[in-house]
């Protein structure tokens, strides 16, 4: 019976945890939905804690191997039920974490209440392999603590976990110390290194961030998707061209950054360019956002059409799914004939 007990605690906070991700990621997620999810997780992950050695036996195995969510749970158990052997299997599952797992253990050593983190991570610092120092950077800056010179340290590493926990732990923490270093590893080839750097950037020099951002966007280089979204965020009503110009782009990734950035903007001269990129079957439910954080109440929900209401070509069922195809599509002809008739009120300022 304890069995079946803990094996549902177990498959409730996997499911809720991976739901959390994905809803981290959606654009239609509200603080509401999010609290709720973070409730019931927690919850579940209580109700495993009491289930005692039986939830270890069961948790211990996913340690090493399994899904975001069933890794996260295990790393929890470790971490909260206070057993020192647990622990060092969880320090033993750090040696050599990547994909599903590194990111699991991650989470649990960032979410985790335990009082026993802290000492816990500080040993990993002095590891020789790059995960459990990605770990313990990541999550020791997450509670705003500064991990050097671990972290000075980690930011002259190869591209990877351990280097991107560095660098968004920089910024987190506001470290002036490595600014040159951070503009430095803005003009790296690998996507999310650049990308991380210049979120750091941005924080700890503002207008070198957005200049890197702007020279990023126009040679549309590894970290543009980036830098658009970062722009969208700072709300210069001088990159609206340049925003523009990245939600017109062939590059699928960078035109969905700067659709959903010119959103973030909420600069009125964006909506024709939105209503263009409505026409665009991959790109018309990002573009709807963007146009409702724009509009507000304004924007036309009625003629709101449903996710699936466009057609789709032989290379759209040949993709896999993304979140974007959940996300309810606006008619661009409904919406370029309102636009028509109230357009000019809402550029004037009156609504």
């Not at 961030?209 to 210069?236: D, K, M, Q, T």
């Not at 057609?311 to 759209?316: G, H, K, L, P």
């Amino acid at each position: 019976m304890i069995h079946d007990i803990v094996e549902e605690h177990l498959d409730e906070a996997t499911w809720l945890f991976e739901r959390l991700q994905s809803a981290l990621r959606s654009e239609l997620t509200s603080d509401h939905e999010l609290l709720e999810i973070e409730d019931r997780l927690r919850a579940h992950l209580d109700g495993l804690l009491l289930g005692g050695e039986a939830a270890w036996a069961l948790c211990r195995n996913f340690l090493a191997k399994g899904t975001p969510g069933q890794v996260f749970a295990a790393g929890i158990t470790a971490l909260e039920w206070g057993e020192r052997s647990h622990r060092v299997e969880l320090e033993t599952a750090l040696t050599d974490a990547a994909g599903a797992t590194y990111d699991g253990l991650r989470w649990a050593c960032r979410l985790t209440s335990s009082t026993e983190v802290i000492p816990f991570l500080l040993p990993q610092l002095d590891r020789p392999e790059p995960a459990p120092r990605a770990v313990a950077i990541d999550a020791l800056t997450a509670r705003g603590l500064d991990p050097s010179p671990s972290l000075d340290e980690a930011l002259r590493e190869p591209p990877g976990p351990l280097l991107i926990a560095a660098l968004r732990g920089a910024g987190r923490l506001g470290l002036i110390r490595v600014r040159q270093r951070v503009a430095d590893l803005t003009a790296s080839d690998d996507p999310e290194v650049c990308g991380a750097a210049l979120e750091s950037l941005v924080i700890l020099d503002p207008e070198r961030g957005c200049l890197r951002c702007r020279e990023a966007l126009e040679a549309e280089g590894p970290g543009a998707p980036a830098a658009a979204s970062l722009l969208g965020l700072i709300g210069r009503a001088e990159d609206l061209p340049v925003l523009e110009k990245s939600a017109r782009s062939s590059n699928r990734k960078l035109a969905r950054a700067g659709a959903l950035a010119l959103g973030s903007l909420g600069d009125p001269r964006a909506v024709p360019t939105l209503i263009q990129v409505l026409g665009i079957p991959h790109l018309a439910g990002i573009a709807g956002v963007a146009l409702r954080r724009i509009l507000g109440a304004d924007c036309p929900e009625e003629r709101a059409l449903p996710a699936d209401a466009h057609v789709e070509s032989e290379s759209d069922e040949a993709e896999a799914w993304s979140q974007d195809d959940d996300l309810p599509r606006l008619s661009s002809a409904a919406v370029k004939r309102w636009w028509e008739e109230n357009g000019a009120r809402i550029l004037q300022g009156s609504r």
